[in-house]
């Protein structure tokens, strides 16, 4: 399966941005699909994930209340709904799938998007 991952942008604090992961040659259903970012400088951090066994989702607690992972099988799309951006959500976003859990090692997931650029900056 190819993913790509879309919808970065350059944006206020406090405004918001919807990313979208999209999958080709293959559905994503019965795919778990995680959502990361990388800032320059700082580790990969998982932000979200939607498991795909029975729709366990996941936040980190630096986005927890403010982003939401959501799934449309028909369009074999995942979203995240990024609300009330701050300075610090600014990173590159990846979308990344597996089959097993929101646990996976992301150096273990099979398939990556390439990264869309989140920038919130005033």
């Known amino acids: 399966v190819q993913l790509q991952a879309s919808g970065g942008g350059s944006v206020q604090p406090g405004a918001s941005l919807r990313l979208s992961c999209v999958a080709s040659?293959?559905?994503?259903?019965?795919?778990?699909v995680h959502w990361f970012r990388q800032a320059p400088g700082k580790e990969r951090e998982r932000v979200s994930c939607?498991?795909?066994?029975?729709?366990?989702?996941y936040y980190a607690d630096s986005v927890k209340g403010r982003f939401t992972i959501s799934r449309v099988v028909m369009k074999d799309s995942v979203y995240l709904q990024m609300d009330r951006l701050k300075p610090e959500d600014t990173a590159v976003y990846y979308c990344?799938?597996?089959?097993?859990?929101?646990?996976?090692?992301?150096?273990?997931?099979?398939?990556w998007g390439q990264g869309t650029q989140v920038t919130v900056s005033s």
């Open positions: 990344a799938a597996d089959e097993t859990s929101c646990e996976s090692d992301a150096e273990l997931l099979d398939y």
């Open positions: 040659g293959d559905t994503l259903d019965g795919y778990t």
């Open positions: 939607i498991q795909s066994s029975d729709g366990y989702v």
